[in-house]
């Protein structure tokens, strides 16, 4: 009876303002921001002016004497793959508060490394340049994006002057790295996140959105983030489309079994990789709000290299929730049978609606459930 009596309560709030960010949606736009590579070469030398002649498409990374750090040298010292800081690109979302009280973190996936755009980051096609002498370039955060409509809606999400916002057009967290390296990766994300908030006992809550491999860096990230600096007293709002993880290296508890995906008209081979996801949340159920939508389709598309989105190990049906101690849901599963790229790069308003609308919902709900409002 509570948990029906909750979920109600919710559904109405969150149709009030439902209703109140559509007529607010029309009116937004996309949003400036400054990207930035988290490494970049200032001086290639001759030698690096040369093979950068031969070889233009290698963005001068054969050679070089000196190096900048725009965000600082934190993935540096935690030993991220050097090829992969000069990949990375991501940017804050307006002003960034000196003392927030959230984090707001939006990642693309993998295919974003192929200059293409994301539903989530907000990354448009052709974002990438030639960062040799060049750390910085405009660029605009998609305005149909998760990361867009989420910074614009304040009265539906967060204030922004206490929201520290982050996208990520290429965290470089990618499929085929060592688990190693994949860690460094994480530790030189958590470590720039630290540099940016003036107390940990100071943060609310906290909330991480991805796409593809931005799903699993969402899942990964913040169960680093709670370990690492003691965040008992924060919330997790987690949102994946298609989250990916790789069942080698039992990324979020991820293994080679597999559940078809459930809906009768789904293209054949679309199935998922199980997890038990309680099993890799720390701390109580109560301070998660996750939601995922799970395709099924091979990632690498032609490839069909067995890259696929992961599942809870029980939800074999197309809707699924898991409920924690207090009858309320902590874990929110959906199948759909789009088309891998389909759902994590279409800004069109059909994909859309199956896939950063209802996660922009899931996130409202989250925002009402944890009282982040008040």
């Known amino acids: 009876m509570k948990a029906l009596s909750s979920f109600i309560a919710t559904s109405l709030a969150l149709l009030f303002l439902q209703n109140a960010?559509?007529?607010?949606?029309?009116?937004?736009?996309?949003?400036?921001?400054?990207?930035?590579?988290?490494?970049?070469?200032?001086?290639?030398?001759?030698?690096?002016?040369?093979?950068?002649?031969?070889?233009?498409?290698?963005?001068?990374?054969?050679?070089?004497?000196?190096?900048?750090?725009?965000?600082?040298?934190?993935?540096?010292?935690?030993?991220?793959?050097?090829?992969?800081?000069?990949?990375?690109?991501?940017a804050i979302i307006g002003e960034a508060p000196s003392n927030p009280k959230y984090l707001a973190i939006f990642a693309s996936g993998q295919g974003s490394s192929k200059d293409l755009g994301s539903v989530v980051s907000g990354a448009n096609d052709g974002w990438q340049w030639d960062t040799t002498g060049n750390g910085a370039a405009s660029r605009a955060v998609n305005r149909l994006s998760v990361?867009?409509?989420?910074?614009?809606?304040?009265?539906?999400?967060?204030?922004?002057?206490?929201t520290l916002y982050l996208t990520m057009f290429d965290s470089q967290f990618n499929?085929?790295?060592s688990a190693e390296e994949k860690q460094a990766t994480l530790n030189g994300y958590a470590a720039y996140l630290d540099s940016k908030v003036s107390s940990w006992d100071n943060i609310k809550g906290i909330v991480i959105a991805g796409a593809s491999r931005g799903g699993c860096l969402s899942m990964c990230l913040s169960q680093l983030l709670r370990a690492q600096y003691s965040l008992d007293h924060?919330?997790?709002?987690?949102?994946?489309?298609?989250?990916?993880?790789?069942?080698?290296?039992?990324?979020?508890?991820?293994?080679?079994?597999?559940?078809?995906?459930?809906?009768?008209?789904?293209?054949?081979?679309?199935?998922?990789?199980?997890?038990?996801?309680?099993?890799q949340l720390l701390g109580p159920k109560e301070d998660y709000c996750i939601w995922q939508l799970t395709l099924g389709d091979d990632a690498t598309?032609?490839?069909?290299?067995?890259?696929?989105?992961?599942?809870h190990e029980t939800c074999n049906d197309i809707y699924c929730e898991l409920l924690d101690g207090n009858g309320d849901c902590f874990y929110t599963q959906v199948w759909d049978d789009l088309c891998h790229s389909c759902?994590?790069?279409?800004?069109?308003?059909?994909?859309r609606a199956r896939t950063s609308v209802p996660l922009l919902d899931h996130l409202a709900v989250c925002v009402i459930r944890f009282g982040w409002h008040v």
């Open 21 to 90: 960010a559509c007529s607010a949606a029309a009116g937004h736009e996309d949003i400036p921001v400054n990207l930035h590579p988290l490494r970049y070469c200032t001086d290639r030398g001759w030698l690096g002016n040369v093979l950068q002649f031969f070889f233009f498409f290698l963005r001068g990374r054969l050679s070089c004497n000196e190096y900048s750090y725009p965000y600082g040298s934190f993935w540096k010292d935690a030993g991220m793959l050097e090829e992969n800081q000069d990949m990375a690109a991501m």
């Open 301 to 311: 598309g032609k490839l069909r290299l067995g890259v696929r989105g992961y599942t």
């Open 175 to 177: 499929h085929m790295d």
């Open 234 to 279: 924060v919330k997790f709002a987690l949102g994946t489309i298609d989250g990916v993880c790789k069942y080698t290296q039992n990324e979020f508890g991820v293994t080679p079994d597999t559940i078809d995906n459930p809906l009768p008209g789904a293209p054949r081979g679309y199935k998922a990789y199980k997890t038990n996801v309680p099993a």
């Open 343 to 351: 759902a994590t790069m279409n800004f069109d308003e059909v994909s």
């Open 147 to 162: 990361a867009a409509e989420f910074y614009h809606d304040q009265t539906r999400f967060l204030p922004n002057n206490e």
